[in-house]
């Protein structure tokens, strides 16, 4: 079995190595949030934003976290593990409780737990579901609470899908595990941030190199209607960059493969993030 580099409350060892009290928090009330911190060629992308997000997922949920501390665990795990492509999945949780209780005892301690693992970044061609959100309504936390994206996922997959595109009474929200996308002929759009949504590094990084370029972008409420008569649709994430979507399941659209904004997007992040 391949050793997986791990951190548990800042002590180093390989994955199966590590056990955690069946009282955590993260296992019995998901009071628990978490960054996936991609590396590529040796570089780390977009660190300070992924360490910002995780600060606040954290201040936004009142669990107290040792930054510095947290940021070198992750420096660490990276370098240890020799490896130029990969991502550091870092979770921090409010603690191990005495007893089960859904108040928690302010004096319980903070529980980290972190690992590193090899990943390939390659072109994803994506067929999708459009499906109900069936999360919670704090969706800009990074919280491990990832229930509804699990159902509809799954259900999606069972399907023979590879994601979701999510929405709320009609008004487009984002991926299983994602964010989105899409374009007509002349503009690119994307659902405006809100507490339906995560703040996702890719698509912020993404929306800011393609400004830069000169290029159209529009962040708003959108649709179904508007999504199912786009010419190109993709989504986007730490692991996936950016990803095409080729089919709807449940819808009959008509998009075009290898549209000329997806291409150009794609061309402008990966010259920036991945050479």
Known sequence: MEKIHAVFNSKFNYLHDIKISPLSRGYTFSDSVYEVIPFYNSKIIAFEK??????????SLNIPINIEKTTNEILELISTSNLRDGYVYYQVSRGVDLIRSHMFDNKISTETFGYVVEYIFKTQALKVMLCEDLRWQRCDIKSTSLLGNIMSMNNAKDKGCDEVIMHRDNILTEGGASNMFFADDKTIFTPEISTNILPGITRDLLINEIKKAGMKVEEGNYSI??????????LTSSTKGLAQVIEIFNYDVSLERD???????????SEKFFK
């Open 259 to 269: 549209h000329h904004l997806f291409l150009k997007c794609k061309k402008i992040f």
């Open 225 to 234: 209607d508007d999504l199912v008569h786009a010419k190109s649709i993709w």
């Open 50 to 59: 992924h360490i910002s997000r995780l600060k606040k997922s954290c201040s």
